[in-house]
Each structure stands twice: as C-alpha cells, then as structure tokens.
C-alpha cells in the first residue's frame, strides 16, 4: 500500500495578480498557466480562460455569414461586371455559381429566391442591351436556368441528408443515454459531476466511459477508454458497464471488481475473431471512496493518472506505486495493488481519459491538466469541468482529434451547500446538456 499523502504538492494562493507559489517534494513545481487567482463563482466557474472557445466560434459565426451573403454579392458582382466590362466579356459564371453556393447552405425558398434573381439578372441584363434573342445571350440565359433548376435538386438532396443525420444524433444520443446513465446528483454524500466530449460534432457515442456506484463498501467508481472506436467500441463500453456495476455491489475489495472486469473482457473475447479477440484491451481506473473515512482507494490499469485538488488549491498526481497493464491484454497474470490516499473535506477527485492528455495545440504540444490546473480553486466539481474543457478548446484551438470522458468527484466541506450534476454530451460546435 502506498504511502498516504505521497507527492503532495502544496502551496499558497495569493489574490489576484499575485501570482502563485508551489512545491512538491523533490522535484521543482511547475506555475499553472491556466489562469492565477480563485475562479469566480459567476456562470459557471470559468476563471483564467477568455471563454468557451471563442476565437473558433468567432471564425465559424464569420463564416457562416460570409457564406449567407456570398450569392447576393455574386449577383451584385455580376451585374457591376457586366455594366463596366467590355461586350466580349461575360459575368454568367457568377449568376451560374450563385444558387449553386446556396443550394448547401441556404433553405429551399431561400435557393429558389436565388436562382430567381439570377435567371432574372442575366434576363434584364440581356434585355437592357438588345441581344436578347441572340444565339449566345440565349445560350447564357438556358445556363442560368439550368444552374438554378440544379440547384433545387442539389437543396434537396442535401435537406433528406441533413434530416436522416439529424435523426442518427438522436438515436446516437439515446444510445449514449443507455451506456453512460447519468450519476445521481449526490452519491454517499459526495458531489459528482461527469461530462463526455466527442471529437466530432455528429459523434455521441465512443469508447470512453464512466461509471459511479453507491455501494455497501463505499462509493466506487470507474473512468475507462476502450482501444478504438465504432460499434465494437460501443459493444465493450457495455460489457464493462454492466460488469462494474455487478462487481461493485459483490465484490469486498477493489482489487476483486478490476479482476470481474478482467474476466467480462475475457469472456467477451471468446465471442470475437481475429485481430480485434487478440488486441483488444481497456485501460481504465477504479476508484473506492469508503463510506465514513477520509480515504481514497485507486487501481490504475494503464490509465491516465487521476489528479486529487485540495481546498487550498494543492495538487497531487495520483500514480500508482506499481504500474499495471490495461484490461483485456492476456499477456500474464499479474495480482492488483490499490494504492492508498487521503481525500479530506473539501477535495475533488478528477479522473479523465487520453483525450484530455492527449490533446495538442498548434504546435503538437500537449495538454498538462496537472500544470493548468496547479493553484486554480472551484466552488465544485461541474465549475472544475467546465473551466477544464474550456481549457482544452482553447489550446487545441477547438481542433480535439479524441473523444474524452470526465468525471469529478468531490467531499463536501461542513456547511457547502449542494450542487446540480450535469452530464454534458458536447461535439465540436455543438453542446447537447442532459440532466
């Protein structure tokens, strides 16, 4: 059993501006440069972070609208070209890209009102210079007509994909709603809050997982990423769900509910064929938080190492004493080891997958949730998430390339009042809360 209290990092948090100052035993302690001083208890804690991502959401809004306004100014552009340019020269290619561009973009009646003013624009044009009933003013007019005929279709097309993608969001959804239930909103007198970001907006359903249970032996808990992504991914979420959940319950020790999971993996191999029965593994952590005691149990089995907050904005990096192999990978049998720590009133237990960790910036740098977090205070674990991911999108830019599971858990301290718990499903661009 490991030392309790190991790589406790302490240090002072002055008032804003001040700065911060640390240390950790033996080693020197890195300044978070996510953000000095408390965060405000305003909104919903984002302190030291210019807000939800908003240079990306400022790019996006500025393209978007570049894009509504490109067909008027093709149109306008075209009719200025005509009027100033000499008679061999054409502007048709404008009028033709017009309800083109708007097909995708815009609404049926909006690419009808489109195609409308192009069709008539090269009709008016023709009509103002006298060559509308020659051979290749007609020829332009038909052009324009087609486009513009084509573009309904190209609308339609597009409004049957955007409806059968939007009713995938919801099934995906649902499904997510199934495999990742949403945590009591208190547990054993703890506070949770857990929140699954997927990389890509149309993507609610991964390999990343988490599980909180209210059991006879304490609360247990349990943070996992399965190897790839898909169906099979999805599948083996499930499995270790539903075996977590059973173990939690029966099993005396934390060290028997990683080896249940061990053997769902196993028997769930026997059921699998080539590559995948043979490479398939979860790294995942488990945690026990006995009812009663200001104790922290952990088995680590090739996980991110979970971080532990103090009230006074210490930090410590909960590595296990004997590192383990991820679940599923039959490689020998190796006995669990929990480690020990202590959790008193006040703290907030933060497990996370690699794409938190894993997350790069322009640059491939990546992101240090121990260094960022170092100092920062939260009223709770839901204002600790949603500075986190703020966080995140600022340093990738909004580009995350890896879905990331979060869960926090915190121990009250006398007289705190308590807090909602959220589970939040958010893509790229867009946030889907359920409660």
């Not at 408390?38 to 240079?55: I, L, Y």
């Not at 969001?169 to 949403?182: F, K």
């Not at 190492?305 to 599923?328: F, K, N, Q, R, T």
């Not at 009042?417 to 889907?432: A, M, S």
């Amino acid at each position: 059993m490991a030392e309790k209290g190991r790589g406790r990092v302490t240090g002072s948090f002055g008032v804003p501006g001040r700065g911060l100052s640390g240390s950790k035993r033996g080693s020197s302690s890195t300044e978070g440069s996510m953000g000095r001083g408390t965060s405000g208890s305003s909104g919903r804690g984002r302190s030291g972070s210019t807000g939800k991502g908003k240079p990306v959401v400022a790019r996006s809004v500025g393209t978007r609208r570049f894009v509504r306004l490109l067909p008027v100014l093709l149109i306008g552009g075209g009719l200025l070209f005509d009027w100033l340019a000499p008679p061999n020269f054409t502007a048709v290619p404008l009028f033709v890209a017009a309800p083109l561009i708007a097909a995708p973009f815009f609404s049926l009646a909006s690419t009808i009102r489109t195609g409308v003013a192009a069709v008539l624009s090269v009709i008016a044009m023709r009509l103002s210079d006298g060559t509308s009933t020659q051979v290749v003013p007609v020829i332009e007019m038909i052009t324009v007509l087609t486009a513009a005929a084509l573009a309904l279709v190209i609308n339609g097309v597009v409004r049957r994909s955007n409806e059968q993608l939007a009713s995938a969001r919801v099934i995906a959804e649902t499904a997510m709603r199934a495999v990742l239930p949403t945590p009591a909103e208190r547990i054993g007198g703890l506070q949770v809050a857990a929140r699954y970001e997927a990389a890509q907006a149309d993507e609610f359903v991964g390999g990343d997982l988490f599980a909180v249970a209210d059991t006879p032996y304490g609360v247990r808990l349990v943070v996992g990423d399965v190897r790839g992504k898909g169906l099979d991914a999805v599948e083996a979420v499930a499995v270790i769900i539903g075996a977590f959940r059973e173990a939690a319950e029966q099993e005396r020790s934390l060290e028997g509910v990683a080896q249940r999971l061990e053997r769902a993996l196993a028997r769930e191999g026997t059921r699998r064929y080539g590559l995948d029965a043979m490479e398939g593994f979860i790294t995942a952590v488990l945690a026990e938080i006995p009812p009663g005691s200001a104790s922290l149990r952990l088995v680590n089995r090739g996980h991110p190492e979970p971080i532990l907050l103090h009230a006074d904005g210490a930090l410590e990096v909960l590595a296990p004493s004997v590192p383990a192999m991820p679940l599923g990978m039959d490689l020998g049998v190796w006995p669990d080891r929990s480690d020990e720590w202590e959790l008193p009133a006040g703290s907030t237990l933060l497990a996370f997958t690699d794409g938190l960790s894993e997350a790069r910036d322009a640059n491939g740098v990546f992101y240090d949730p121990a260094a960022r977090l170092r100092g920062r205070l939260f009223p709770g674990p839901e204002e600790l998430l949603s500075a986190l991911t703020d966080d995140v999108r600022l340093h990738t830019g909004g580009r995350s390339t890896d879905d990331m599971a979060l869960l926090a858990v915190s121990r009250p301290a006398e007289g705190q009042p308590p807090r909602r718990t959220t589970v939040k499903i958010v893509g790229r661009g867009d946030d889907t809360v359920r409660n």
